[in-house]
Every structure is written in C-alpha cells, then in structure tokens.
C-alpha cells in the first residue's frame, strides 16, 4: 500500500496529497474512495492519482469502472475536479454551484452535492451534514469555512474538507502545539452569518453533530491529518469536537452581542 494511501477500513481509504499555496507551502489535501455496500465506490473530493497510488485504486475499482459517483463537497476546492474527472469519465460528477461555475464544461448532474435529495441517494452509506450559521459559499474568497461534511457510519468515519481540522504539528513544530487537537477552522468568525440567530444557529448544528456522529472514531481532514481509531491514544472525537466548540464560544458570543 502506497504511503499516500491510509487504509482506514477495509472499504475506506483516504487518499493523502499535497496542494501548495503561491507553488511553496505545501498544506496538504485529500480525497477518500469508499466502497460503498452495493459493491461499487464513491470518491469524496478530487485529486489526480498518479503513480502507485493510480494503479492501486485502478486495481481495487476495475480500472476505475466502479467508481459510479465523484461528490466534491467543499465549494473551494476546485482545482482537480476536470482533472478526477477524465480520470473517471463513468462516474457521475456532482459538486456546488460554485464547481459548476468554475467548470461549466464539465457534465455535472443536476443535484447538488448540498441537495438533501442527493443525500437520500446514497442514505444506506452515508449521512450528510451542513453548517448552519454560516455561509456555505462565502462571498469573500478567502473564507473557506464551510462544506458538505460526510459520515460513514460502516467505518465510523467522519470526511471533511476546512470546516473542522485535526491540527497534529511536524515533529520540528511540536513547540508551537504540542498537543494534538480538533478544532474548527480559523475562518468561523468570518463565515457566521450577519443576522440574529446566526451564532446559535452554529452551536446548535455543532452540538448535533457532536450527539448524532458521537461514535466516529475516524477523521480525515483536508490540509491537516488524519486521526485513526487505531492511533488515538487521546480523547474520543466526540470529546474532542466537545472541546472546540468550547473553544469558539467567545466568537460565538461576540457574533452574538453585535447581530443578536
């Protein structure tokens, strides 16, 4: 198994890439290939597979023919999608309005991928979930914070792009955080909603994200790592994302002193 490939179960892999901002800092990027209980696959996010991991996920999906659907759920990351595609020209291609706009010559389905009718078709192997109180496609560009996070309760594991972050330092940083943890995207404060209503909006989809995914035991983050079950030595996740929305609380409540 290549390195770039995690085995996170026996039907979920998460694909490790590297994705530099101004072609230097590499922060890192992902995709996951699930099999779904159908027998078939599904890719979580885009990015060109080369090399050893291409020919290994060519050998676990039939040359690539049983990958029946691509969802890109973050709005942002948009860079590989024509890329995924040509390699899995078969598979159906959803994303958000935002894919579409920057890809309009691709053949998007007509659902998007924020659609609760999409959700309904892949209900028997995954459940969806979307930050309420925030803007999914913020108008500011630098503002990443939401996306369409993704559960796979057969493997307890939890995809997601920004929103939520596992922050697990290189050895030669450790200094600056020690300790590894979960935590919301930086952004939050700039994705809330301007309205009343907008910051308990937010804790509310958070707390029933921490109640009705409480047994994952997976994360597979973006531009940061992975946590396994296998590996956490720590805190649950659920206690875990308990602890980050503590954290945000002050935002929360400034958000909220200022629109109500």
Known sequence: ????????????????????????????????LIRRSNGKFVLLDSYPLRGAVKRQVFEATNNGNDVEAVLNVHPFHTVHVATTHKQFPNAKLYGTQRHRERAPSLPWEDLLVEDEALHKIFKNDFEFSIPRGVDFI????????????????????????????????????????????????????????????????FRTWAEEIIDDWGDAENLCTAHTATLLGRDNHGRSIKDRLSAALKKVSGKLRSHQRRYG
């Open 138 to 201: 913020s108008a500011n560009e630098s503002v990443h914070f939401s996306s369409v996070m993704v559960y796979h309760p057969a493997s307890k594991t939890i995809h997601v792009d920004d929103t939520i972050m596992y922050l697990k330092l290189p050895l030669h940083m450790r200094a600056l955080a020690p300790i590894p943890r979960i935590a919301f995207h930086p952004t939050l404060a700039m994705a809330l909603e301007k309205r009343s209503g907008a910051a308990a909006d």
């Open 1 to 32: 198994m290549s390195k770039n490939i995690i085995q996170v179960s026996d039907d979920f892999w998460n694909i490790r890439g590297s994705f530099r901002v101004g072609g230097v800092i590499n922060i890192g990027t992902h995709c996951s």
